[in-house]
Structure formats: structure tokens, C-alpha cells
């Protein structure tokens, strides 16, 4: 089940010469409720590329997600991506869940909480 997305976050910078993953403001981490190293999956809006990897905190109020490692070759600076993380639930639990998901504005800040 989906856990947390961060839709529409812009892509701050790429470093290629990197051990992987991608680097995401800790407080809109903390949003949304994914942990440093949790697995997620990126989805690039601007080009179509999906991909996963795991989650690294930048300081909280930077705004900065940047993808890291290989990765990095499949996205560009000021693309539009969606970060997703998923749980496994019983059918009971997901009967009740409802993710978190946040919708950010151009400067990578909390726009609206859906």
C-alpha cells in the first residue's frame, strides 16, 4: 500500500559520483513519514524515468532533493518527480489506511496536504 508521496517535488541537483540514493529535505521527509534509508521509489514527471533507491535527510528547511549515484543520469536539474514510499499491510490494516501525501509548490515547499 502507499505510505507517502511527495508529489511534484523539483529536482535541486544530481551527483553522479555518489555510493546511490536520493537526498530529500528532512522536515518534508518528517511530513510525510519517511525515515532516513527507507526504500523509495522515484517517478520523473518531466521525462517519464522511474526508479528506486532509499531516502538521505538534507537539513530540514533547504528544499534540496537530489538525486544521487547512478540514478542521477535519469533525471535533470528542475525536473518535477513524485517520491513514494510503501508498507506492507494485513487486509485489516488497509482497510483503514490512508497515506500521507503532500503536494509541493515551485520552491519545494508544502503547497497543500492531500
Do not use: W
Amino acid at each position: 500500500m502507499l505510505k507517502s508521496k511527495i508529489h511534484k517535488a523539483r529536482v535541486t541537483d544530481r551527483v553522479i559520483d555518489y555510493e546511490g540514493s536520493t537526498t530529500i529535505d528532512r522536515a518534508l521527509m518528517d511530513a510525510v513519514g519517511i525515515l532516513p534509508y527507507e526504500q523509495i521509489q522515484v517517478y520523473d514527471i518531466s521525462n517519464g524515468q522511474r526508479f528506486e533507491t532509499y531516502a538521505i535527510a538534507a537539513p530540514a528547511g533547504s528544499g534540496e532533493v537530489c538525486v544521487n549515484g547512478a540514478a542521477a543520469r535519469l533525471v535533470e536539474i528542475g525536473d518535477e518527480i513524485i517520491i513514494a514510499a510503501y508498507a506492507v499491510l494485513s487486509e485489516k490494516e488497509a482497510g483503514r489506511h490512508k497515506p500521507v501525501i503532500v503536494v509541493l509548490d515551485a520552491r519545494n515547499e508544502i503547497g497543500k496536504r492531500v
